[in-house]
Nanobody, 125 residues
Framework: QVQLVESGGGLVQAGGSLRLSCAAS????????MGWFRQAPGKEREFVAS????????HYADSVKGRFAISRVNAKNTVYLQMNSLKPEDTAVYYC??????????????????WGQGTQVTVSS
């Protein structure tokens, strides 16, 4: 089992920045690809970004490419999502997820094994 706890969400004005964190506990963090997903009100949960075991490979949804950056510090069992130039359409609950494989281009929700409880991000216009 892997337990994931997100933090760092909040209210920010359009154009602002936030950094989300996801702390993992349980099995060996460095053996899990990590991802971020989000779910806006009335919409399905969607892929945002993912990162490989070592952090050497990343993948982003087109909607966030160039604005968001995913990173990880395996020594701290933590993955981050730096969000810049935020837009009102980025408003959503953001979820951290873990996958026990060194695969980074995995956007299908069902493939991810463990999920956090989510953290709310609200971007005002």
């Amino acid at each position: 089992q892997v337990q994931l706890v997100e933090s760092g969400g909040g209210l920010v004005q359009a154009g602002g920045s936030l950094r989300l964190s996801c702390a993992a506990s349980g099995r060996t963090f460095s053996r899990y690809a990590m991802g971020w997903f989000r779910q806006a009100p009335g919409k399905e949960r969607e892929f945002v970004a993912s990162i490989s075991w070592s952090g050497g490979s990343t993948h982003y949804a087109d909607s966030v490419k160039g604005r968001f950056a995913i990173s990880r510090v395996n020594a701290k069992n933590t993955v981050y999502l730096q969000m810049n130039s935020l837009k009102p359409e980025d408003t959503a609950v953001y979820y951290c997820a873990a996958l026990g494989a060194d695969i980074v281009v995995v956007t299908v929700l069902a493939a991810w094994e463990y999920w956090g409880q989510g953290t709310q991000v609200t971007v005002s216009s």
